[in-house]
């Protein structure tokens, strides 16, 4: 008989997307998370698809918290959606269940087209300029660990900051003081902003 490990106390079932472009850092995004997760001690499945495989194109990860036996997420099944891109967003709402959240990398939220989307899926919208902060500290590239700092401020992403610092240290031991500040500043303006 096949026996499954016991379920943490504080058990988690959350799907997320994560999407951005090639060179954004998708796939460090979904690593801190799902390291951060496996530390926790909870069941993590990660399934990453790319679209061309050169700088720029589509890339998209399924990050699967919790006991699921499947590694890609359906349509309008996700919890939650990180996008490093308007664009992309745009382009993976159609994973979010209804009453998701999505967090995206942009200076003014998403296109005006997709508002009666969200409002007839009930989708939580949040939007942060990233890029634009993660310039303010220094580079470009810790755009993602911005973005991850902004959605833990929120209840959607049921996941501590400080669990984030420590997997941060680990697994990005050169780039780590710029990381941690990455995550600070998204992680305030996630606080300011559900405030």
Request: hydrophobic residues 45%; neutral net charge.
């Amino acid at each position: 008989m096949n026996q499954q490990p016991p379920t943490p106390p504080n058990a988690v079932e959350l799907n997320l997307i994560l999407a951005g472009l090639g060179g954004q850092g998708v796939i460090f995004m979904t690593r801190l998370l799902a390291q951060t997760w496996v530390a926790l001690g909870h069941p993590v499945i990660v399934s990453e698809t790319h679209g061309m495989s050169q700088r720029g194109g589509s890339v998209i990860s399924h990050l699967r918290i919790g006991r699921s036996e499947a590694p890609l997420i359906q349509r309008g099944t996700a919890n939650v959606l990180l996008a490093l891109e308007a664009d992309e967003a745009v382009r993976n709402l159609p994973f979010l269940r209804q009453g998701g959240h999505a967090f995206v990398n942009s200076e003014n939220g998403l296109r005006p087209e997709v508002a009666g989307h969200l409002e007839r899926l009930h989708i939580q919208l949040r939007s942060l300029p990233a890029t634009s902060v993660a310039v303010e500290i220094g580079s470009a590239a810790i755009a993602n660990v911005v973005l991850v700092g902004f959605a833990v401020a929120f209840p959607s992403m049921p996941l501590s900051i400080e669990a984030l610092r420590e997997t941060l240290g680990s697994i990005a031991p050169r780039g780590r003081e710029l990381n941690l500040q990455a995550l600070e500043a998204g992680y305030r303006a996630g606080c300011a902003d559900g405030a």
